[in-house]
């Protein structure tokens, strides 16, 4: 007899001789294999909170099937529904998945294998699938908050490095002028004691013709300047914090005119009135010690100013500092009714001379230290730029300015007779002996 199609078409499928076995009974057995490995594969370990374990704490086994979650913790042994089943992420970094149960509220589960949140058995119910997405996106959240603090405090640091000028003006705001014109008093102090110093009264007098012009166009200055002279024969001047200028001899007879004593004066007295030396040891100090500052705390800063005399003397401003001097000391000769042009002029001579000494010495080393004991270029390098900006910024000043030829020369002739009583023995006369004249400065680019 025939055998029926369904028949002929179920032995194809099924390969034996059930024939009354149909191709949707086959199906039935895939699908429960199907579920059989998913279930096989749905295990992940895990710990439990309960009353009734070792210490209200122990670790078990979960595993996943359509009928819910089961889990298997000492002698805790159960299933929960999907319904109204609770899913969150916590712990370091959300690395842990805690599973709770509205019918079972005095347990608590978690494992540290985040791949259950992927199991399709899990995914596959309504209300897991919405508190997985959740908890996906609370994980996106977690690791972008971290990147960001991350990214934070690497930035911050850099931050404050690459804005270290700008803060350093805040921060230097920060020390009271009363305290920084005490540091200045003592470190010129200090050098008092290895300078052979003109009286101050007659330098003073000397002084005063030529900077009180200078001095009363500085605007609202809270320092008092106390401008000194030294024998000493290098070209150069330096000024300390609250007000401190010392002048050498060498630079004062080495002068053409009042407008080049001036001219250099001035910056100075511009180094002094934007704090150029405390802001030098505010950016050297760290990055901790000037966010304090910032915030408010100056007691770290001012103890580390405090101890930096010695970096006062012999410091080199940066370009920065150097150009802001140039700007504003040619800003207060104009409202001084001083010509700027003695500054860049003055730089310049000074340039050519040391050009010219320097191409008489053949010795590389006596080269070195030529440029090294010298003085106004080695602390004020004078590049070509920067003489091209300073005569770009005197390049519309206009007359009349204020004679002072008359005062400039009387200084002249005090200092030389100053210079020539000082015994050939003292330690400034020696050290100027070994080097070239004094006329010649360094030219160092910046």
């Not at 350093?168 to 920060?174: C, G, I, N, T």
Request: proline letters at 6%.
């Amino acid at each position: 007899m025939a055998m029926p199609a369904c028949f002929r078409a179920t032995s194809r499928y099924a390969g034996t001789g059930n024939y009354y076995f149909s191709t949707n009974f086959s199906a039935n057995i895939n699908k429960e294999a199907m579920d059989s490995s998913a279930f096989a594969t749905s295990n992940y370990s895990c710990h439990a909170f309960h009353a009734s374990l070792p210490g209200g704490r122990d670790a078990g086994e979960l595993s996943l099937a359509q009928s819910g979650l089961s889990y298997r913790v000492g002698p805790l042994v159960g299933t929960l529904p999907f319904a109204r089943l609770e899913l969150s992420l916590g712990g370091a970094a959300n690395k842990l998945v805690f599973i709770r149960h509205p019918h079972h509220p005095d347990l608590a589960l978690y494992t540290s294998d985040l791949s259950i949140l992927k199991n399709p058995v899990l995914r596959a119910h309504p209300e897991c699938a919405q508190q997985i997405s959740k908890a996906h996106g609370k994980r996106r959240m977690g690791w972008a908050v971290l990147t960001g603090m991350t990214l934070l405090l690497v930035a911050l640091p850099l931050g404050m490095i690459w804005n270290m000028d700008h803060l350093s003006v805040y921060a230097a705001r920060q020390v009271p002028v009363s305290w920084e014109t005490k540091l200045g008093a003592s470190v010129a102090a200090q050098q008092d004691l290895t300078d052979k110093k003109m009286p101050q009264a007659e330098a003073e007098a000397l002084l005063k013709p030529l900077t009180t012009p200078l001095l009363q166009a500085i605007p609202d200055s809270p320092y008092r300047y106390t401008i000194s002279i030294v024998n000493d024969s290098t070209t150069n001047a330096f000024a300390l914090p609250g007000g401190y200028v010392t002048i050498n001899s060498g630079l004062i007879l080495k002068a053409g005119s009042a407008e080049e004593l001036l001219g250099v004066l001035a910056h100075e007295c511009s180094h002094v009135e934007q704090r150029h030396g405390v802001r030098s040891i505010i950016s050297n100090t760290g990055i901790y010690l000037v966010a304090s500052a910032v915030f408010g705390d100056v007691s770290g800063l001012l103890a580390t100013i405090g101890s930096a005399g010695p970096m006062l003397l012999s410091q080199q401003y940066s370009r920065h500092f150097e150009s802001d001097a140039d700007e504003k000391a040619v800003v207060l000769l104009q409202r001084a009714k001083i010509n700027p042009e003695g500054l860049p002029h003055f730089f310049e001579r000074m340039i050519a001379e040391e050009k010219a000494v320097l191409e008489k010495i053949e010795n590389k080393q006596a080269r070195e230290a030529y440029k090294n004991a010298m003085g106004l270029l080695s602390t004020h390098p004078a590049s070509e730029k920067r003489m091209a900006n300073l005569r770009h910024l005197i390049a519309r000043s206009q007359g009349p300015y204020i004679d002072q030829d008359a005062a400039f020369k009387t200084l002249q002739e005090a200092v030389k007779k100053f210079v020539a009583t000082v015994p050939k023995s003292s330690p400034k006369s020696e050290t100027s002996s070994e080097v070239p004249p004094a006329s010649a400065v360094t030219s160092s680019q910046q």
